[in-house]
């Protein structure tokens, strides 16, 4: 079967995947990375996530002011995001893992909402168990080994949970919005997701686009999906964002350059990287080249890095990072 006869976004049971679901998938999270999931058995609690949602967002105003997020603190209720220096036409609640005492912690929760704490902290546990589930189905789709399993995890005590609220008007009100900058085209932008997988739940009003590589913007239809946002490197993400990955052979407490260069050619963006010892010689060549047709066009240079090795428990240092115009040397330059 040619990838060309799949569905451009499969259903998957995660209970008893089929060959050609798999396969399915394969080719979706190559070209895209969104695919809708079956067979979790979680119907009921979803619906009654759904209803505690409405609850907390139909709430009066002063009840989700009562657990807004501040600038010590990112978790709780919000209603004036950006993204790609737009406001998002939404509202958003975020927590993380309730069952671990220090994280918990950091929760906001609305104290007049009877029972919204309970619902939350059930549905976290339900999905953080599919999410591994799910993960499992990345796992066998490529085939990997148990080293290469142990390289690609989710841990639910590094998972967020959000509720979005996409209102017909501006979620801030009149009074608020001085200084405030302008509401987005759309009520969210284009964005890429951090971590290694997003469970998504969608309701039945549509509107969700992702960025295929064979056939342009397309639309996942109504339902709910899971989107496999690192499951697949070299290959895109969902969002429309690019990874690449070559062999280097890192070793312990050893500092290294890397440098970085981003160039506009065009309608698209041009990555180009290379890195080596830091008591060596700069290789002449680029080691690694990546274009992506869909850049952010402004908005200030990013490093970060995400560690393989101890699931996530190893630490990586940047030192004497320095950020150049292209016309003068590549746009960073940094040891590591």
């Not at 709780?76 to 069952?99: C, I, N, Y």
């Not at 999410?131 to 990345?138: E, H, I, K, M, V």
């Not at 009003?205 to 490197?233: F, H, M, Y």
């Amino acid at each position: 079967m040619s990838a060309h006869s799949l569905p451009a976004v499969p259903v998957v049971d995660v209970s008893n995947p089929s060959a050609t679901s798999l396969a399915a998938l394969d080719a979706a999270c190559r070209d895209h990375g969104f695919f809708l999931l079956a067979g979790h058995g979680l119907d009921a609690l979803i619906e009654h996530t759904w209803r505690e949602t409405e609850r907390f967002f139909d709430a009066d105003r002063a009840v989700r002011q009562g657990v807004v997020r501040n600038k010590e603190n990112p978790l709780g209720w919000f209603d004036r995001e950006l993204t790609k220096r737009k406001r998002d036409q939404k509202e958003v609640f975020d927590f993380v893992d309730p069952a671990v005492a220090g994280l918990d912690r950091k929760n906001r929760w609305p104290n007049e909402l009877h029972g919204f704490r309970d619902s939350m902290v059930s549905f976290f546990d339900a999905f953080s168990d599919l999410a591994q589930r799910t993960l499992s189905l990345l796992h066998q789709t490529l085939e990997l080994s148990a080293d290469g399993r142990a390289q690609i995890v989710s841990d639910r005590h590094g998972s967020t949970v959000r509720l979005n609220h996409y209102p017909l008007v501006d979620p801030v009100p009149d009074v608020e919005r001085e200084g405030l900058p302008d509401l987005g085209e759309t009520a969210l932008g284009y964005h890429t997701d951090p971590g290694v997988l997003t469970l998504l739940l969608q309701d039945d009003t549509g509107g969700l686009q992702t960025q295929s590589a064979r056939d342009g913007c397309i639309e996942v239809p109504p339902g709910w999906q899971s989107t496999g946002d690192n499951a697949l490197p070299d290959e895109r993400n969902p969002s429309g964002s690019q990874q690449r990955t070559i062999d280097f052979p890192f070793e312990a407490k050893k500092w290294y350059r890397l440098k970085l260069q981003v160039t506009q050619e065009g309608d698209k963006a041009v990555a180009r990287g290379k890195c080596w010892p830091a008591d060596g010689a700069e290789p002449k060549d680029w080691m690694l080249t990546l274009n992506d047709p869909i850049p952010n066009r402004e908005g200030n240079p990013g490093l970060f890095s995400v560690s393989l090795v101890g699931q996530f428990k190893s630490e990586v240092y940047y030192d004497n990072i320095l950020v150049t115009p292209n016309t003068a040397a590549p746009a960073a330059h940094a040891s590591r």
